[in-house]
Structure formats: C-alpha cells, structure tokens
C-alpha cells in the first residue's frame, strides 16, 4: 500500500532516466533536486527504530550524503594495486558523517535495509563501466542497490541521485538498459551479489558491445 503513495513520484523518476549527465563522474548530478522529506534520529540505532523502508533510508541519504572524490581516487583499481583496498565505511560511522562514495552509500542501504525491510531483499548492484581515467587513475565499477517488492524492482541508494527510487522495473535487465543511457557510459557487466566484499567469482551478466 505505501508503494501507491509513491507511485507518482516513481514514474517521474524513470521519465529522468532518458536525461544523460557527467559520464566521468559518480558524485551527485546537479540536476537532480534533493526535496524529499526525511526522518531525522539522534543516532544510527534510533534511525533504524524509526525507519520503516526504503523510503525512509533513501531520503535520508537524499539529504544527508555527500560526495568525496579524494576518496574515489583512493578506491580506483589503479590505487588500489599500487595501495592495497581501503575499508568500506561501517553504516553507523556513514551515519555519523555520511561522506563517502558509492560503494559507502550502497553498504549503508543495503545492511540498514536488511534491519527495516528484510522482504524487500536488498542486495548490491555492481555495474561495471567501459573504463574511464581521472587524473592517471581508472575508475570503471559503480555500486548501488537492487530491491523487489510485488514481483518489480526498485534502485536505490545510486551516489549519482542520491534520495532517488528508480522503479518500477520488470527486471534489472531493463533498468540497466536505461542507466547506461542515463549516465552515457556503455555497461560492460553488471551483477547482483549479497556482499561488496570479493568472494568467489560470481559471474556477470556481460553486455553486448554497441
């Protein structure tokens, strides 16, 4: 029933994936206005008392992230073989300060959404990118999350629009297909998976080059 509320905003938020943005860059597009009311707590466990779904943690995160672009240089395959991989910010410090990138944004999500809605079954959407350099670093992978409810799926949590729920969708295919021409970049692969950890190899679903 709380999905009729949205409904409309919904369809607006497909209708915004035919528009194309900074094809480099995963921080947040500048027109994609961050409005949505949000549910204010004290602390990371009183948030999750007090949020219900994906509603809440998305405009939450609409009006609270912010991108950190030192920190995705530091998490671009390039520094991670010359540096070793960095941590994942833990949610509760991602609530404390909710500065990070899209791999940060998608944990929080995914394990605050895992405590107030465990039947929507969040799980990560990784999508790789052709990919792309940004001052001699390579950055092709971008996180977000998948969910389903009544047999459709639903994407949240994207550091691209933060607060924003893509969805309906018949399947991720199909929202994949309107990404890549959202954000102008050919997707390679994309897969989803219930940890952003490396674990054993899982395969991807590979994209046919255009």
């Given at each position: 029933m709380r999905w009729l509320l949205a409904g409309a905003a919904l369809t607006l938020a497909c209708a915004s994936l035919a528009q194309t943005t900074d094809p480099q860059s995963d921080a947040p597009d500048p027109e994609i206005a961050r409005?949505?009311?949000?549910?204010a707590a004290a602390s990371y466990r009183d948030a999750l008392r007090l949020w219900h779904n994906a509603e809440d943690v998305n405009a939450w995160?609409?009006?609270s992230f912010r991108?950190?672009?030192?920190?995705?240089?530091?998490?671009?395959?390039?520094?991670?073989?010359?540096?070793?991989?960095?941590?994942?910010?833990?949610?509760a410090d991602f609530f404390a300060v909710p500065s990070g990138v899209c791999v940060d944004v998608a944990r929080?999500?995914?394990?605050?959404?895992?405590?107030?809605?465990?039947?929507?079954?969040?799980?990560?959407?990784?999508?790789?990118?052709?990919?792309v350099s940004i001052?001699?670093?390579?950055?092709?992978?971008?996180?977000?999350?998948?969910?389903?409810?009544?047999?459709?799926?639903?994407?949240?949590?994207?550091?691209?629009?933060?607060?924003?729920?893509?969805?309906?969708?018949?399947?991720?295919?199909?929202?994949?297909?309107?990404?890549?021409?959202?954000?102008?970049r050919r997707i390679v692969s994309f897969v989803e998976r219930d940890s952003y950890e490396r674990t054993m190899r899982t395969l991807a679903v590979r994209q046919p080059a255009s």
């Open positions: 409005t949505a009311e949000f549910k995160i609409g009006a991108y950190d672009t030192a920190r995705a240089v530091q998490l671009s395959e390039t520094q991670r073989q010359r540096n070793g991989r960095l941590p994942i910010i833990a949610p929080f999500a995914v394990e605050s959404l895992r405590v107030v809605e465990p039947a929507a079954r969040p799980r990560y959407l990784m999508i790789e990118f052709d990919p001052a001699g670093n390579t950055l092709r992978r971008h996180w977000m999350v998948s969910l389903e409810r009544d047999g459709k799926h639903y994407f949240v949590a994207d550091s691209k629009r933060p607060g924003h729920i893509a969805g309906p969708y018949a399947s991720t295919d199909e929202f994949i297909a309107e990404y890549a021409r959202y954000r102008g």
